[in-house]
C-alpha cells in the first residue's frame, strides 16, 4: 500500500468527502426545513466522517490516527440511522435512501478495511 503525504489523496476521505455534500444537498430540500433537530444531527454525522480522518491524519501517532478512523466509522453508523429516520419520515425518498445508505456502508467497509491494515503494518 502507498505512503499518503496528505489525507486529501485517501480515498476513504475522498468517499465520505462526497458523502457529506450528499446528506447536505438531501438537507436542503424544504421537508427538512421544519425538523432542525434531524437536519442539524444528519449534518453533524456526514462532518464527523471525513473531519475524523482528516484529524486522526493530522496526528502524529499512529495509535491516535487509529482511533479518529473508529471515531469516523462509529459516525457512519450514526448517519444510516439518521438517514433511515429521514426515510421512515419521507423526508428521502427509498431511492435516495438506498443510495446513501450504500455509500455509508462502503465508507464504513473501507474504513475497517483501513484499521485493519494499520493495526498489522509495522
Given at each position: 500500500?502507498?505512503t499518503?503525504?496528505?489525507?486529501?489523496?485517501?480515498?476513504?476521505?475522498?468517499?465520505?468527502?462526497?458523502?457529506?455534500?450528499?446528506?447536505?444537498?438531501?438537507?436542503?430540500?424544504?421537508?427538512?426545513?421544519?425538523?432542525?433537530?434531524?437536519?442539524?444531527?444528519?449534518?453533524?454525522?456526514?462532518?464527523?466522517?471525513?473531519?475524523?480522518i482528516?484529524?486522526?491524519?493530522?496526528?502524529?501517532?499512529?495509535?491516535?490516527?487509529?482511533?479518529?478512523?473508529?471515531?469516523?466509522?462509529?459516525?457512519?453508523?450514526?448517519?444510516?440511522?439518521?438517514l433511515?429516520?429521514?426515510?421512515?419520515?419521507?423526508?428521502?425518498?427509498?431511492?435516495?435512501?438506498?443510495?446513501?445508505?450504500?455509500?455509508?456502508?462502503?465508507?464504513?467497509?473501507?474504513?475497517?478495511?483501513?484499521?485493519?491494515?494499520?493495526?498489522?503494518?509495522?
Amino acid at each position: 500500500m502507498a505512503t499518503f503525504d496528505r489525507f486529501e489523496e485517501l480515498e476513504v476521505w475522498k468517499l465520505s468527502m462526497e458523502l457529506c455534500i450528499n446528506i447536505y444537498e438531501l438537507t436542503n430540500a424544504d421537508v427538512f426545513s421544519k425538523d432542525y433537530a434531524l437536519k442539524d444531527q444528519i449534518r453533524k454525522s456526514a462532518i464527523s466522517v471525513p473531519s475524523n480522518i482528516s484529524e486522526g491524519f493530522e496526528r502524529d501517532a499512529k495509535k491516535q490516527f487509529i482511533y479518529f478512523l473508529v471515531i469516523s466509522k462509529g459516525s457512519c453508523g450514526e448517519l444510516r440511522t439518521q438517514l433511515k429516520i429521514a426515510e421512515k419520515l419521507k423526508y428521502v425518498s427509498e431511492t435516495n435512501f438506498i443510495a446513501l445508505n450504500e455509500k455509508c456502508i462502503s465508507v464504513s467497509k473501507q474504513l475497517s478495511g483501513f484499521i485493519n491494515y494499520l493495526k498489522n503494518k509495522n
